[in-house]
Structure formats: C-alpha cells, structure tokens
C-alpha cells in the first residue's frame, strides 16, 4: 500500500483528546508533528466574541504519515472516540519519507 500524509484540523477544545487518542494507538501513530493554525471560511463555526472580531478560530493542525491501511484506521479510530468533535482532513501520497 501507498504511504500517506494525514493531516487533521481540530477545534482547540478537542485537540488534547486527539493528542490523546493518537499517544494511545502506537500501533497506528508512530509519532505525529502539531501545529498551531487558525480556521477560516463560510465552514467554520465562531463562536466566541474575540472569534467574531478577528473573523477565524483557533485550530490544532495535527500531521502524521505512514501506510494507507494505518492513516485510515487512524480515522476511523478517531470518528469512533469523537464522532461530532468537526474535525477536518484530508490525504495526501507521500512520494518519499524518511530520516536524514
């Protein structure tokens, strides 16, 4: 199977339940790289008045790679635990990985 790039974008109140769930499945998540990101569009939800103001929200970007079989379960595993957290994601081919 064809390795691929998960990539996660996560309300801040769920990230820590992600970061969770992912340390807890090392069967599927060999490691993982987070970053602080900002949602913006006609999709997301603000809420809180700073949020209305400054026009985006804060997010979680979450990004780990490793074969198509584990991204997926990966999901899945996730939907299962958190099936209204509005989590966005998408897969990308990874044409190489590796260590340097």
């Given at each position: 199977?064809?390795?691929?790039?998960?990539?996660?974008?996560?309300?801040?109140?769920?990230?820590?339940?992600?970061?969770?769930?992912?340390?807890?499945?090392?069967?599927?998540?060999?490691?993982?790289?987070?970053?602080?990101?900002?949602?913006?569009?006609?999709?997301?939800?603000?809420?809180?008045?700073?949020?209305?103001?400054?026009?985006?929200?804060?997010?979680?970007?979450?990004?780990?790679?490793?074969?198509?079989?584990k991204m997926r379960?990966?999901?899945?595993?996730?939907?299962?635990?958190?099936?209204?957290?509005?989590?966005?994601?998408?897969?990308?081919?990874?044409?190489?990985?590796?260590?340097?």
């Amino acid at each position: 199977m064809a390795d691929l790039l998960l990539t996660l974008i996560v309300p801040d109140d769920v990230a820590q339940d992600i970061e969770d769930l992912l340390l807890a499945r090392p069967d599927l998540i060999r490691g993982f790289t987070t970053h602080a990101a900002d949602g913006h569009g006609s999709l997301v939800r603000l809420v809180e008045a700073a949020e209305l103001v400054a026009g985006h929200t804060p997010r979680t970007m979450f990004q780990t790679a490793d074969d198509e079989a584990k991204m997926r379960a990966a999901m899945v595993a996730i939907k299962e635990a958190l099936p209204r957290a509005n989590i966005y994601y998408w897969l990308t081919p990874v044409i190489a990985m590796g260590r340097l």
